[in-house]
């Protein structure tokens, strides 16, 4: 064996297990949370609550960004009229306007929130829903969902409860590969962590083995009686 | 060359597969990627919403149509804008009851069709509807939304004359540009009107090389004023002026022409000569004008709804017409 496959092996044998172990726990940790949150469906559902009585427009940073469907749930106040329309981001920003918004823009992963910001002034357009600009609108009370496919997209939602305020908005992705997918990583990060600890537990052994080996060859300090 | 140890090779083998599969967490294999950006250069809505818009808008200028009293006004207003509404509303004010000399603006015997949508996001928007009456005559429809807020309504409409015919428009779905009012290529829309409405006078027409003043409707009205004033003899004079109305719309043909709605406001002046005779009108004149014979003058204006279609190079075209009169008085 040369001395740089000896050094490789010695490198490996003493650095991978720690590095294993690590990294092995850290992926089951990961894997595990997002199969528990995704579930065996793979949802990932994001929510916030904008209450407010302006609209709330859903950007295509939210809604375009995947391959699968997105379902997008308005809920009113009590049990006020909400009201959803799906249309192209220029034409949602035209039809507010200057009207008081929150735009919801990205989703934050570790509490499966929405982020979102606030601007404008005003309550909405009263004509809102009766604008040439919607590709499909629903309406409902309490409650109203739509389902945007990635079709048509870039596209943009706008949520309003008419007379009323947005107390909530839920947004799932559904895509079961996830599921799958977080299975794997957990799975990956436990046989990492098994075999990180056996690599530890060998290293010990090695090491005790080595010590009690220094320990038999090493001379008796204690000094023996000479006779004269 | 030994190789290293068996142990060592596992552990390097479960470390690439980590590492392959953290890496496999990137965007492209978890499915989420940027947000595609929008296209301005199509129709801004689909073809199924502006079939429906188109049914909608038409549907409602129907019942606008045959409302009576406050209820026709309010129905008017909800489906009529522009030259629409206003020939609509001039129409209703002189004689509700004789549609005589007034063509319906809107006759639907089936669903209307979507011949264009116009190009990019901004507005204001049309689309342009071809519908068909009940004896079969076809019409072109446009329907215009100037804001976002603004549903689309009826803003013209006019019956095509027999044998017209339109050049290709662009795809639905790619959208057809809307020209700009001063735009020169290949003629001004509202130069063409001016030249149109010149070339129509009477008794002193002014010759033009924009417009072919030779098909159905401008044949008529300039031979019914020159039979008006023939019958008149030294009676009366008769003087008609055609005026055109601001703010045509043009949308882009698909070989670079042009398809022109405008409005042309025409007045019939009769003025009876010095000398103290009376002209006795015909039957219909009476009604109009509500006086049996006429001592000094009468006139009446119609509007005159005209569709020009504008080839890229050579003379434009009157496609589609409709005249609705709106003012008649006399003494």
Known sequence: MSDLAKRASVLSRRILPPVLTVLGLALLIVGSWFTINLGSSGSATFETTPNTRGVVVLTPEVLNRVNDDVTVTGRAKGDGQVWVGRTTPSDADAVVGKATRVTVDGAHVRDWSLTTKASGTGDAPATLAAADVWRQAVSGKGQARLTVSQANAPESLVVAAPGGSVERVTLTVERKTWFWQALLIALIGLIATVVGIVGLTGMARRWRAAEKKNTDTEPDPTPTEVSA | MSRPSRSARRLVGVAAVAAFALSGCGSSVVGVREAPSQTTTTAPITADSAQQIASRVLGKAQEARDAKGDAADTLRKE???????????????????????????????????????????????????????????????????????????????????????????????????????????????????????????????????????????????????????????????????????????AIRLKDGGLLVFGLLSRTDAIKLASGGKSLTPSAEFQKLVKKKTLTKDAELRTYETVVLTVPPKGEASVVAVDQTLYSAKGA
Request: glycine letters at 4%; a neutral charge.
């Open chain 2, 79 to 249: 489906a009529l804008t522009g030259t629409a509404l206003a020939v609509a509303t001039a129409a209703a004010k002189v004689e509700p009851a004789d549609s005589s000399t007034a063509t319906a603006p809107v006759e639907r015997t089936e669903q209307p069709k979507v011949l264009a949508i116009s190009r990019g996001t901004a507005w204001p928007r049309v689309i342009l509807a071809q519908t068909t009456e009940p004896d079969g005559r076809l019409v072109l429809n446009l329907l215009t939304s100037p804001d976002a807020a603004t549903p689309f309504r009826l803003s013209s409409s006019a019956t095509m004359q027999s044998g017209a015919s339109v050049a290709a428009l662009d795809a639905v779905t790619a959208g057809s540009p809307l020209v700009a009012e001063d735009t020169k290529d290949p003629v001004a829309p509202a130069e063409l009107l001016k030249a149109y409405a010149g070339a129509l006078a009477y008794p002193k027409p002014t010759a033009t090389k924009a417009v072919d003043t030779t098909d159905p409707f401008s044949t008529a009205v300039k031979a019914n004023a020159a039979a008006q004033a023939k019958s008149f003899g030294k009676l009366a004079t008769l003087t008609q002026v055609h005026t055109p109305q601001p703010d045509p719309v």
